[in-house]
Protein backbone atom coordinates (compact mmCIF):
# COMPACT_ATOMS: atom_id res chain seq x y z
CA UNK A 1 0.00 0.00 0.00
CA UNK A 2 3.11 2.28 1.18
CA UNK A 3 3.54 2.03 -3.11
CA UNK A 4 0.04 4.04 -3.21
CA UNK A 5 1.27 7.16 -1.61
CA UNK A 6 4.24 9.19 -3.02
CA UNK A 7 7.44 7.91 -0.70
CA UNK A 8 9.94 10.76 -2.47
CA UNK A 9 11.85 12.16 0.45
CA UNK A 10 11.46 15.67 1.25
CA UNK A 11 13.95 18.24 1.95
CA UNK A 12 14.21 21.50 3.11
CA UNK A 13 14.52 24.49 0.60
CA UNK A 14 17.33 27.02 1.74
CA UNK A 15 16.80 30.57 0.57
CA UNK A 16 19.66 32.63 -0.36
CA UNK A 17 18.20 35.91 0.65
CA UNK A 18 17.85 36.53 4.54
CA UNK A 19 14.76 34.98 5.84
CA UNK A 20 12.41 37.44 7.80
CA UNK A 21 11.47 36.48 11.50
CA UNK A 22 8.33 34.91 10.77
CA UNK A 23 10.45 32.41 8.60
CA UNK A 24 12.77 31.68 11.00
CA UNK A 25 9.86 30.80 13.08
CA UNK A 26 8.92 27.93 10.05
CA UNK A 27 10.20 25.07 12.15
CA UNK A 28 10.25 21.44 10.63
CA UNK A 29 8.75 23.42 7.12
CA UNK A 30 10.06 21.90 4.06
CA UNK A 31 10.27 25.65 1.95
CA UNK A 32 9.36 29.14 1.88
CA UNK A 33 5.69 30.00 1.08
CA UNK A 34 4.91 32.72 -1.55
CA UNK A 35 1.41 33.61 -0.10
CA UNK A 36 1.82 36.29 2.09
CA UNK A 37 0.08 34.99 5.25
CA UNK A 38 2.42 31.89 4.81
CA UNK A 39 5.38 31.67 7.12
CA UNK A 40 6.65 28.12 5.47
CA UNK A 41 5.14 25.37 2.96
CA UNK A 42 5.13 21.74 3.71
CA UNK A 43 4.02 19.48 1.05
CA UNK A 44 2.21 16.02 1.66
CA UNK A 45 2.88 13.16 -0.79
CA UNK A 46 -0.23 12.26 -3.17
CA UNK A 47 -1.04 8.89 -4.59
CA UNK A 48 1.79 7.99 -6.82
CA UNK A 49 0.28 5.73 -9.08
CA UNK A 50 -2.60 8.35 -9.84
CA UNK A 51 -0.92 11.73 -8.62
CA UNK A 52 -3.75 13.45 -11.25
CA UNK A 53 -6.95 12.59 -9.03
CA UNK A 54 -8.77 14.96 -6.58
CA UNK A 55 -9.10 15.00 -3.25
CA UNK A 56 -12.67 14.11 -1.55
CA UNK A 57 -12.44 15.19 2.08
CA UNK A 58 -9.40 16.54 4.84
CA UNK A 59 -9.45 17.95 7.97
CA UNK A 60 -6.96 18.53 10.88
CA UNK A 61 -7.25 16.63 13.98
CA UNK A 62 -9.13 18.33 16.48
CA UNK A 63 -6.61 17.34 19.30
CA UNK A 64 -3.54 17.33 17.34
CA UNK A 65 -3.21 20.56 15.18
CA UNK A 66 0.28 18.49 13.27
CA UNK A 67 -1.80 16.13 12.11
CA UNK A 68 -3.97 16.24 8.88
CA UNK A 69 -6.43 13.35 7.77
CA UNK A 70 -7.35 12.86 3.96
CA UNK A 71 -9.52 10.37 1.46
CA UNK A 72 -9.13 10.65 -2.24
CA UNK A 73 -11.67 10.11 -4.77
CA UNK A 74 -12.82 6.60 -5.09
CA UNK A 75 -11.36 4.33 -7.10
CA UNK A 76 -13.54 1.71 -8.32
CA UNK A 77 -15.05 0.25 -5.36
CA UNK A 78 -12.46 1.69 -2.59
CA UNK A 79 -11.45 4.81 -1.22
CA UNK A 80 -8.21 5.52 0.25
CA UNK A 81 -7.44 8.02 3.03
CA UNK A 82 -4.03 8.37 5.17
CA UNK A 83 -2.88 10.47 7.99
CA UNK A 84 -0.28 12.45 7.94
CA UNK A 85 2.33 14.84 10.36
CA UNK A 86 2.86 17.96 9.02
CA UNK A 87 6.44 17.97 11.12
CA UNK A 88 7.54 14.49 9.33
CA UNK A 89 5.33 13.75 6.17
CA UNK A 90 7.48 11.52 4.41
CA UNK A 91 5.57 8.62 5.18
CA UNK A 92 2.08 8.20 6.80
CA UNK A 93 1.29 7.92 10.13
CA UNK A 94 -1.33 5.66 9.40
CA UNK A 95 -3.27 3.85 5.76
CA UNK A 96 -7.48 3.40 5.67
CA UNK A 97 -10.02 2.51 3.45
CA UNK A 98 -13.31 1.56 3.05
CA UNK A 99 -15.70 0.53 0.59
CA UNK A 100 -18.04 4.07 0.09
CA UNK A 101 -17.19 7.64 -1.30
CA UNK A 102 -15.75 9.31 1.30
CA UNK A 103 -17.24 13.08 1.11
CA UNK A 104 -16.56 14.69 4.14
CA UNK A 105 -14.32 13.64 7.55
CA UNK A 106 -13.80 15.54 11.14
CA UNK A 107 -11.88 13.77 13.69
CA UNK A 108 -12.09 14.25 17.78
CA UNK A 109 -9.52 12.89 20.40
CA UNK A 110 -8.60 9.02 18.71
CA UNK A 111 -11.85 8.79 16.29
CA UNK A 112 -12.01 9.97 12.72
CA UNK A 113 -15.32 10.16 11.14
CA UNK A 114 -16.03 10.13 7.41
CA UNK A 115 -19.66 11.00 5.83
CA UNK A 116 -20.29 9.18 2.55
CA UNK A 117 -21.96 9.49 -0.93
CA UNK A 118 -24.22 6.44 0.15
CA UNK A 119 -25.66 8.50 3.27
CA UNK A 120 -23.22 6.13 5.56
CA UNK A 121 -20.92 7.17 8.28
CA UNK A 122 -17.78 4.84 8.94
CA UNK A 123 -15.76 5.33 12.27
CA UNK A 124 -12.07 5.00 12.19
CA UNK A 125 -10.05 4.23 15.90
CA UNK A 126 -6.71 5.43 14.76
CA UNK A 127 -5.74 3.87 18.31
CA UNK A 128 -5.62 0.36 16.98
CA UNK A 129 -2.48 -0.99 16.18
CA UNK A 130 -1.18 -0.84 12.90
CA UNK A 131 -1.15 -5.07 10.99
CA UNK A 132 1.03 -5.76 8.26
CA UNK A 133 1.54 -8.40 6.02
CA UNK A 134 3.26 -11.43 6.64
CA UNK A 135 5.79 -11.74 3.58
CA UNK A 136 6.44 -7.57 4.20
CA UNK A 137 7.08 -4.72 6.36
CA UNK A 138 4.28 -2.90 4.53
CA UNK A 139 1.47 -1.92 6.28
CA UNK A 140 -1.94 -2.88 5.35
CA UNK A 141 -4.20 -0.37 5.46
CA UNK A 142 -7.33 -0.15 8.21
CA UNK A 143 -10.81 -0.65 7.75
CA UNK A 144 -13.52 1.53 9.31
CA UNK A 145 -13.39 0.08 13.22
CA UNK A 146 -17.39 1.19 12.44
CA UNK A 147 -19.94 1.35 9.88
CA UNK A 148 -23.92 2.18 9.52
CA UNK A 149 -24.12 1.02 6.36
CA UNK A 150 -26.49 -1.92 5.96
CA UNK A 151 -27.83 -1.22 9.43
CA UNK A 152 -31.38 -0.70 10.20
CA UNK A 153 -32.34 2.45 12.58
CA UNK A 154 -35.17 4.69 12.96
CA UNK A 155 -33.96 7.32 10.53
CA UNK A 156 -31.28 6.98 8.40
CA UNK A 157 -29.82 9.40 5.75
CA UNK A 158 -30.87 8.99 2.27
CA UNK A 159 -28.72 11.11 0.32
CA UNK A 160 -25.19 12.42 0.53
CA UNK A 161 -23.59 12.98 4.17
CA UNK A 162 -22.57 17.20 4.07
CA UNK A 163 -20.86 17.11 7.26
CA UNK A 164 -20.12 15.31 10.51
CA UNK A 165 -19.72 17.52 13.55
CA UNK A 166 -18.47 16.17 16.97
CA UNK A 167 -20.40 17.66 19.95
CA UNK A 168 -17.86 16.90 23.05
CA UNK A 169 -19.55 18.35 26.20
CA UNK A 170 -15.45 18.16 28.17
CA UNK A 171 -12.72 16.91 27.06
CA UNK A 172 -11.21 15.09 29.83
CA UNK A 173 -8.78 11.97 28.29
CA UNK A 174 -6.69 9.13 30.23
CA UNK A 175 -3.05 7.97 29.23
CA UNK A 176 -4.70 6.82 25.98
CA UNK A 177 -5.91 9.99 24.72
CA UNK A 178 -9.17 7.94 25.28
CA UNK A 179 -12.66 10.71 26.68
CA UNK A 180 -14.31 9.64 29.71
CA UNK A 181 -16.77 12.19 29.10
CA UNK A 182 -20.14 11.84 26.99
CA UNK A 183 -19.36 12.02 23.62
CA UNK A 184 -21.73 12.54 20.85
CA UNK A 185 -21.92 13.14 16.67
CA UNK A 186 -24.05 15.29 14.37
CA UNK A 187 -24.23 13.97 11.22
CA UNK A 188 -26.10 16.40 8.15
CA UNK A 189 -26.81 15.27 4.54
CA UNK A 190 -27.61 17.53 1.79
CA UNK A 191 -31.42 17.00 1.82
CA UNK A 192 -31.12 19.10 5.29
CA UNK A 193 -32.05 15.55 7.42
CA UNK A 194 -29.68 16.06 11.23
CA UNK A 195 -28.85 12.41 13.06
CA UNK A 196 -27.26 13.16 16.43
CA UNK A 197 -25.67 9.76 17.48
CA UNK A 198 -23.75 8.72 21.15
CA UNK A 199 -20.24 7.34 20.15
CA UNK A 200 -19.50 4.52 22.86
CA UNK A 201 -16.53 2.12 23.84
CA UNK A 202 -16.76 -0.84 24.70
CA UNK A 203 -15.46 -2.03 28.01
CA UNK A 204 -14.18 -5.39 25.77
CA UNK A 205 -14.01 -6.28 21.92
CA UNK A 206 -14.96 -9.82 20.44
CA UNK A 207 -12.40 -11.04 17.67
CA UNK A 208 -15.18 -13.27 16.39
CA UNK A 209 -17.59 -10.07 15.77
CA UNK A 210 -20.64 -9.54 17.28
CA UNK A 211 -24.47 -9.94 16.10
CA UNK A 212 -25.79 -7.71 18.21
CA UNK A 213 -23.48 -5.04 16.68
CA UNK A 214 -23.47 -5.60 12.69
CA UNK A 215 -21.75 -2.46 12.08
CA UNK A 216 -18.65 -3.37 14.19
CA UNK A 217 -15.89 -4.88 12.73
CA UNK A 218 -14.41 -7.76 14.57
CA UNK A 219 -11.90 -6.60 17.50
CA UNK A 220 -13.71 -3.64 17.18
CA UNK A 221 -14.00 -1.32 20.84
CA UNK A 222 -16.26 1.50 20.24
CA UNK A 223 -20.11 1.89 18.09
CA UNK A 224 -22.20 4.32 17.38
CA UNK A 225 -25.78 4.59 18.56
CA UNK A 226 -28.75 6.68 16.85
CA UNK A 227 -29.89 8.98 19.87
CA UNK A 228 -32.81 11.52 17.92
CA UNK A 229 -32.89 12.87 14.26
CA UNK A 230 -34.80 16.46 12.84
CA UNK A 231 -35.20 17.51 9.54
CA UNK A 232 -34.99 21.63 8.43
CA UNK A 233 -38.24 22.58 7.36
CA UNK A 234 -39.13 23.67 3.86
CA UNK A 235 -39.84 27.54 3.22
CA UNK A 236 -43.81 28.04 1.89
CA UNK A 237 -41.53 30.11 -0.76
CA UNK A 238 -39.90 26.79 -2.08
CA UNK A 239 -41.05 24.47 -4.70
CA UNK A 240 -41.91 20.92 -2.89
CA UNK A 241 -38.50 19.15 -2.16
CA UNK A 242 -36.16 21.44 -2.85
CA UNK A 243 -34.64 22.51 0.24
CA UNK A 244 -30.59 21.57 0.66
CA UNK A 245 -28.39 21.95 3.30
CA UNK A 246 -24.46 23.21 2.85
CA UNK A 247 -23.06 23.29 6.59
CA UNK A 248 -23.70 22.77 10.36
CA UNK A 249 -22.28 24.12 12.91
CA UNK A 250 -22.54 25.06 16.73
CA UNK A 251 -21.54 27.68 18.99
CA UNK A 252 -17.86 26.83 21.00
CA UNK A 253 -19.02 25.07 24.60
CA UNK A 254 -22.51 24.89 23.55
CA UNK A 255 -23.19 21.74 21.84
CA UNK A 256 -27.15 22.29 22.16
CA UNK A 257 -27.69 24.46 19.51
CA UNK A 258 -26.98 23.59 15.85
CA UNK A 259 -26.73 25.96 13.02
CA UNK A 260 -27.80 24.72 9.40
CA UNK A 261 -26.79 26.84 6.06
CA UNK A 262 -29.60 26.17 3.67
CA UNK A 263 -31.03 27.50 0.38
CA UNK A 264 -34.11 29.32 1.80
CA UNK A 265 -32.24 32.74 2.26
CA UNK A 266 -31.72 31.67 6.08
CA UNK A 267 -29.37 29.68 8.24
CA UNK A 268 -31.71 27.10 10.31
CA UNK A 269 -31.50 27.34 14.11
CA UNK A 270 -32.29 24.27 15.84
CA UNK A 271 -31.85 22.53 19.29
CA UNK A 272 -29.71 18.79 19.54
CA UNK A 273 -33.54 17.99 21.00
CA UNK A 274 -35.56 18.74 17.79
CA UNK A 275 -36.96 22.01 18.76
CA UNK A 276 -36.52 25.16 16.59
CA UNK A 277 -34.01 27.85 18.39
CA UNK A 278 -34.66 31.15 19.34
CA UNK A 279 -34.49 33.01 16.73
CA UNK A 280 -35.42 30.20 14.59
CA UNK A 281 -33.89 31.53 11.51
CA UNK A 282 -30.89 33.84 10.77
CA UNK A 283 -32.23 35.38 7.56
CA UNK A 284 -29.54 37.05 5.02
CA UNK A 285 -32.33 38.96 2.93
CA UNK A 286 -35.33 40.84 3.95
CA UNK A 287 -36.72 39.67 0.71
CA UNK A 288 -39.34 36.52 2.17
CA UNK A 289 -38.88 34.98 -1.31
CA UNK A 290 -35.33 35.21 -1.94
CA UNK A 291 -33.69 31.51 -2.56
CA UNK A 292 -29.79 32.65 -1.36
CA UNK A 293 -27.87 30.06 -0.67
CA UNK A 294 -25.88 29.94 2.63
CA UNK A 295 -22.53 27.84 2.12
CA UNK A 296 -20.70 27.91 5.06
CA UNK A 297 -20.37 28.12 8.80
CA UNK A 298 -18.28 29.27 10.94
CA UNK A 299 -17.82 30.65 14.73
CA UNK A 300 -15.18 32.69 16.96
CA UNK A 301 -13.53 30.79 19.14
CA UNK A 302 -13.53 33.81 21.43
CA UNK A 303 -17.14 35.36 21.24
CA UNK A 304 -19.33 32.12 21.35
CA UNK A 305 -22.14 33.73 20.03
CA UNK A 306 -20.49 35.28 17.17
CA UNK A 307 -21.55 33.52 13.77
CA UNK A 308 -19.49 34.15 10.20
CA UNK A 309 -21.48 33.11 7.49
CA UNK A 310 -20.72 33.01 3.54
CA UNK A 311 -23.37 32.27 0.79
CA UNK A 312 -23.36 31.67 -3.11
CA UNK A 313 -23.76 35.01 -4.10
CA UNK A 314 -20.04 36.04 -3.22
CA UNK A 315 -20.93 37.70 -0.38
CA UNK A 316 -19.82 37.22 3.64
CA UNK A 317 -22.19 38.22 6.91
CA UNK A 318 -21.62 38.45 10.89
CA UNK A 319 -24.28 37.52 13.01
CA UNK A 320 -25.01 37.59 16.87
CA UNK A 321 -26.92 34.23 17.76
CA UNK A 322 -29.65 36.36 19.57
CA UNK A 323 -30.31 38.49 16.19
CA UNK A 324 -32.35 37.46 12.89
CA UNK A 325 -30.56 39.79 11.02
CA UNK A 326 -26.34 40.50 10.45
CA UNK A 327 -25.17 43.40 12.61
CA UNK A 328 -21.71 43.55 9.47
CA UNK A 329 -22.43 42.56 5.68
CA UNK A 330 -19.37 42.32 3.32
CA UNK A 331 -21.56 42.32 -0.01
CA UNK A 332 -18.71 42.53 -2.07
CA UNK A 333 -16.44 40.17 -0.70
CA UNK A 334 -16.39 38.43 -3.87
CA UNK A 335 -17.11 38.26 -6.78
CA UNK A 336 -21.34 37.70 -7.07
CA UNK A 337 -21.02 35.10 -9.74
CA UNK A 338 -19.07 33.65 -6.59
CA UNK A 339 -19.59 31.08 -3.97
CA UNK A 340 -18.27 31.63 -1.08
CA UNK A 341 -16.58 27.84 -0.23
CA UNK A 342 -15.79 28.01 3.55
CA UNK A 343 -14.48 30.77 6.05
CA UNK A 344 -12.84 30.31 9.27
CA UNK A 345 -11.44 32.35 11.81
CA UNK A 346 -7.93 32.11 13.21
CA UNK A 347 -7.87 30.42 16.28
CA UNK A 348 -5.18 32.20 18.01
CA UNK A 349 -5.72 35.72 17.04
CA UNK A 350 -9.69 35.76 16.97
CA UNK A 351 -10.63 39.22 14.90
CA UNK A 352 -8.90 37.70 12.06
CA UNK A 353 -10.71 35.60 9.38
CA UNK A 354 -10.23 33.86 6.04
CA UNK A 355 -12.82 32.84 3.35
CA UNK A 356 -11.96 31.38 0.13
CA UNK A 357 -14.49 31.43 -3.35
CA UNK A 358 -15.27 28.83 -6.03
CA UNK A 359 -12.79 31.64 -8.33
CA UNK A 360 -9.62 30.79 -5.98
CA UNK A 361 -10.04 33.86 -4.57
CA UNK A 362 -8.47 33.19 -0.39
CA UNK A 363 -9.21 36.51 1.56
CA UNK A 364 -8.68 37.71 4.82
CA UNK A 365 -9.84 40.41 7.17
CA UNK A 366 -8.79 41.76 10.92
CA UNK A 367 -11.56 43.52 12.61
CA UNK A 368 -9.59 45.20 14.93
CA UNK A 369 -7.87 47.06 11.69
CA UNK A 370 -10.23 47.01 8.96
CA UNK A 371 -13.94 46.44 9.26
CA UNK A 372 -14.81 46.61 5.52
CA UNK A 373 -11.41 46.06 3.42
CA UNK A 374 -9.58 42.90 3.63
CA UNK A 375 -6.02 43.12 4.73
CA UNK A 376 -5.32 40.31 1.74
CA UNK A 377 -6.06 39.05 -1.33
CA UNK A 378 -4.26 35.55 -2.96
CA UNK A 379 -5.23 33.89 -5.80
CA UNK A 380 -4.55 29.85 -6.81
CA UNK A 381 -5.31 28.31 -9.92
CA UNK A 382 -7.36 25.50 -9.51
CA UNK A 383 -8.09 25.90 -5.49
CA UNK A 384 -10.12 23.03 -4.34
CA UNK A 385 -9.79 23.28 -0.35
CA UNK A 386 -8.94 25.92 1.79
CA UNK A 387 -8.94 24.74 5.75
CA UNK A 388 -7.24 26.46 9.24
CA UNK A 389 -6.07 23.84 11.63
CA UNK A 390 -8.86 24.85 14.26
CA UNK A 391 -6.67 24.28 18.06
CA UNK A 392 -5.86 26.68 20.12
CA UNK A 393 -3.63 25.17 22.42
CA UNK A 394 -0.77 26.49 20.60
CA UNK A 395 0.64 29.83 19.05
CA UNK A 396 1.55 27.83 15.52
CA UNK A 397 -1.33 27.04 13.46
CA UNK A 398 -1.79 25.70 9.58
CA UNK A 399 -3.74 26.49 6.53
CA UNK A 400 -4.24 23.62 4.12
CA UNK A 401 -4.65 24.16 0.52
CA UNK A 402 -5.35 21.47 -2.59
CA UNK A 403 -6.30 21.57 -5.96
CA UNK A 404 -8.61 20.34 -8.12
CA UNK A 405 -7.16 17.06 -9.99
CA UNK A 406 -4.11 16.70 -7.95
CA UNK A 407 -3.51 14.46 -4.82
CA UNK A 408 -1.01 16.47 -2.94
CA UNK A 409 -1.85 18.68 -0.21
CA UNK A 410 -0.10 22.37 0.65
CA UNK A 411 0.42 22.89 4.26
CA UNK A 412 1.11 26.44 5.15
CA UNK A 413 2.47 27.53 8.58
CA UNK A 414 0.44 30.81 9.39
CA UNK A 415 2.59 34.04 10.31
CA UNK A 416 2.75 34.60 14.17
CA UNK A 417 1.17 38.04 13.29
CA UNK A 418 -2.41 35.47 12.64
CA UNK A 419 -2.09 33.71 15.37
CA UNK A 420 -0.69 35.67 18.34
CA UNK A 421 -2.23 38.43 20.41
CA UNK A 422 -1.16 41.00 23.44
CA UNK A 423 -2.44 40.89 26.33
CA UNK A 424 -4.70 44.10 25.58
CA UNK A 425 -6.59 41.97 22.36
CA UNK A 426 -9.63 40.71 24.40
CA UNK A 427 -10.60 43.72 25.89
CA UNK A 428 -10.01 45.59 22.56
CA UNK A 429 -12.07 43.08 20.09
CA UNK A 430 -14.82 42.80 22.53
CA UNK A 431 -15.15 46.87 22.43
CA UNK A 432 -15.16 47.03 18.58
CA UNK A 433 -17.89 44.29 18.51
CA UNK A 434 -19.87 46.26 21.19
CA UNK A 435 -19.31 49.53 18.91
CA UNK A 436 -20.94 47.38 15.83
CA UNK A 437 -23.49 46.01 17.45
CA UNK A 438 -24.89 49.43 19.07
CA UNK A 439 -24.65 51.26 15.37
CA UNK A 440 -27.00 47.99 13.72
Request: glycine share 4%; charged share 20%; hydrophobic share 35%.
Amino acid sequence: MLALLDDQQTTSTKSNSKRSKDNDEQDGMQRESDLNFSSGLTILPGLSFKSDISIAAVCFCQDKPEQVAVFYEQIYTTSYGAIYNVRNPDKPLKLLNCEASVRCCSSSMVYLFAGCHDGSIVLFDTSEPTKYKTDSQEPIPSSPTFSTANIQFNERHYSEVIRVLPLQTTNVTNNNDRSSSSFSLASLDKNGLIIIWSVIELTQSDEAGSIADLGLKPGGRVRMIQTSSMQIKQSIYMAKDSIQAFDLSCPINDVDNLYVASNANAVYHMTRYGEMGSPSKLRVSTDLEAQIEVTCLSFNPMVNKLLLVGTGHGQLHLYTTGRDEPILTWSQAFRSSAIVRSCNWSTGRASIFFAHDSQGHIKYWDLTKDLYQPLGNVKIENLSHFILSISSQAETAFALVTKQNSSQIEIHQLKRTFTTHSDSFNDNFKTILKDIMTNT
